[in-house]
């Protein structure tokens, strides 16, 4: 386990300090190294993967965890994306400038950094792919790669509940909240500093100078040619030293970028899941085999993976999710690359975001838009009479999603079009929880509309899917392979310049208007790309969706994971009703009528994920000197 914490501006002994970083960081995971840079700060850190590092000299510090490269246009000094030293030499030297400790990085990672002058800085990349968890208690800011020990460091640990409204019917938190009380995740820019009034945020200079923008063709040819020319900079930028890297390979978007690291030199190792039943399996990997000239390898997921995920879920995962199987398996298959003697690899991840795939997401979103605006009493008329946990239950997911449908209906455009994703109906969260309900902190709607509203600007289909970046697991999951197995996941997608190109790329090249069947893959300019420039085969790039979530732990649920899973639900901060438990683990006729004609995917366990995922992220015991076990 690779993870890190810090103590600023903290009172005590150095002794008593370090000893609390011990306790938090958890001694089961391997040997913890304390130091103390300057008066008032304390860091720690454990792992074997060289994800963490400290840059020391007399005038400060700066602590890097995590992968970066330079924002071009910016001086690089030499930084690659495994040299996390790098990284925190170059902070150091720009916060001794007076400037963000960040500025002029890219990637996935986290600083904390200071110096004597009395500076000191608190942050993660400007594209809030990691960013620093954090706590202020009596003068004194404790920050940590992981929610669960930045909330150790300020003692007792204490879950959260006043947004859990809005967490079970969305699956995830808002903002910057997080499930422990008083901990919080830094939002992109933002860092923490301080001032003469103490702690307090701010948000750094902007990444990237304004005229570095690139621009987009307007005739079709140039923009795929120069579409070209940025993705292979971002593959370019995200090199590794290694002559061999690993590829999480799914379809399209993971083949692309196996096909332009084997032609920017790298050798390339590919991975898949691989079930018992073939139907969930990935088609076409020895496609790709035959035509880059690489070697693949399946790697097997049972249900024990999945019970031995769910098991260390809390320390290893930074927030629940609705999708468990699809970031515990990530996770498996990465310590299958790490043991393979690899430290790098690569993902399709935010592709279907930034070039409007998820085909599901495309078809709910228009769906959304075409419904009519009722008025509130007749919707609130309709959810009374149909929203019975009667109903829920016989029903299942279809029901859930009528539901979502009946409430969209209150809401205007293009608010309506916005989040068109639940996991469960107030039914169901109102009859699953038994006893007293937990303070609100927000009223539900009113925290939609605020999620909503910096996107209020954009195209219809682009709304929809600015919304399933919130939903998506996808940062969990990377986060979780890096820190859990040290093998560090890129991905070009996620590159601020290809995203950027992406955003500017005309909606008609991306999805043509009117394409809604379930099978089409979107990303048309992506997939024009590829052929023009012979990356990939004709029956690759238009091959069929697989979603990536896609496998049989619907039935696993009621079956062999029954076990692990109820020792995940006893965990829940509330008595669930067994009858609502029951409903959502099993499945119903009409659930498996949905999967097959209606569905989007062949997984509809949402709701049992996410109870699952949260009972295992609440506290642990601890024994009798304050270390959790799991």
Avoid at 113 to 126: P, T
Avoid at 217 to 227: H, I
Avoid at 417 to 430: C, G, K, P, Q, S
Avoid at 477 to 489: P, Y
Wanted: hydrophobic share 40%; glycine share 10%.
């Amino acid at each position: 386990m690779n993870r890190f914490a810090a103590l600023l501006g903290a009172s005590g002994g150095e002794a008593e300090r370090a000893a609390r970083l011990r306790r938090a960081l958890g001694s089961r995971f391997g040997d913890v190294t304390v130091t103390h840079p300057l008066p008032g700060v304390s860091l720690g850190w454990c792992g074997d993967a060289g994800l963490t590092a400290l840059a020391r000299t007399e005038a400060g510090f700066a602590l890097a965890h995590g992968s970066a490269h330079p924002v071009r246009g910016c001086d690089d000094m030499g930084i690659r994306v495994d040299d996390a030293l790098g990284i925190a030499d170059r902070a150091l030297q720009r916060l001794k400038s007076g400037e963000s400790a960040v500025e002029g990085l890219a990637g996935s990672f986290m600083v904390v950094a200071g110096c004597r002058e009395g500076r000191v800085q608190v942050a993660g990349d400007g594209s809030g792919n990691r960013a620093p968890y954090c706590s202020v208690a009596d003068g004194e800011l404790a920050a940590a790669s992981h929610p669960l020990v930045c909330a150790r460091l300020h003692g007792q640990v204490e879950l959260d509940r006043g947004l859990e409204d809005f967490f079970l019917v969305y699956g995830f938190l808002p903002s910057r909240r997080t499930l422990y009380r008083g901990v919080e995740l830094l939002a992109p820019g933002e860092a923490y500093a301080r001032g003469f009034a103490g702690w307090c945020l701010h948000r750094p200079s902007s990444n990237r100078p304004p005229d570095m923008d690139i621009p987009v063709p307007e005739s079709e040819d140039a923009l795929v040619d120069r579409l070209y020319q940025v993705m292979m900079g971002c593959v370019q930028d995200q090199l590794p030293a290694a002559a061999e890297v690993g590829v999480l390979l799914g379809g399209f978007d993971s083949a692309l970028v196996a096909a332009m690291l084997q032609r920017l030199g790298k050798r390339v190792h590919t991975y898949s899941f691989r079930y018992a039943d073939a139907r969930y399996n990935q088609p076409h990997t020895d496609t790709l085999a035959r035509h880059l000239g690489c070697r693949h390898t399946w790697v097997d997921i049972t249900p024990q993976v999945i019970a031995t995920g769910l098991h260390d879920y809390g320390e290893h995962y930074v927030q629940p999710t609705n999708w468990l199987n699809y970031v515990i398996q990530t996770v498996h298959v990465c310590d299958r690359i790490r043991s393979d003697g690899l430290d790098v690899a690569y993902s399709g991840d935010g592709c279907d975001a930034v070039f409007l795939g998820y085909p599901g997401t495309y078809k709910r979103t228009r769906a959304f838009a075409r419904l009519p605006q009722l008025p509130s009493w007749t919707v609130a008329a309709l959810t009374g009479l149909l929203g019975r946990p009667g109903l829920d239950r016989f029903i299942g997911h279809p029901h859930r999603v009528a539901m979502t449908l009946l409430r969209a209906t209150a809401r205007p455009m293009p608010t309506r079009a916005f989040l068109t994703f639940r996991v469960m109906d107030e039914t169901t969260v109102n009859a699953l929880r038994r006893g007293a309900r937990p303070d609100r902190s927000e009223a539900v709607e009113s925290i939609v509309r605020s999620l909503a509203e910096p996107f209020q600007g954009l195209s219809i289909q682009r709304i929809g899917y600015a919304a399933k970046g919130l939903v998506s697991p996808n940062r969990t999951k990377l986060i979780a392979s890096t820190d859990v197995t040290g093998v560090r996941v890129h991905s070009p997608y996620l590159h601020p310049d290809l995203r950027r190109f992406a955003s500017r790329v005309p909606d008609r090249l991306l999805r043509e208007e009117g394409q809604s069947r379930i099978a089409d893959p979107g990303k048309i300019c992506l997939m024009r790309m590829a052929e023009k420039h012979s990356l990939l085969p004709h029956e690759i790039i238009h091959q069929p969706k697989l979603a990536a979530v896609d496998s049989p732990i619907d039935s696993w649920f009621s079956g062999a994971l029954r076990p692990a899973l109820d020792r995940a639900l006893s965990g829940l901060p509330f008595t669930p009703d067994p009858r609502q438990i029951e409903a959502l683990v099993k499945t119903t006729w009409l659930e498996r009528l949905y999967k097959r004609h209606l569905g989007s995917t062949q997984v509809i366990s949402d709701a049992i994920s996410l109870l699952a995922t949260y009972g295992a992220m609440n506290p642990p015991p601890t024994d009798a000197r304050g270390d959790p076990w799991a």
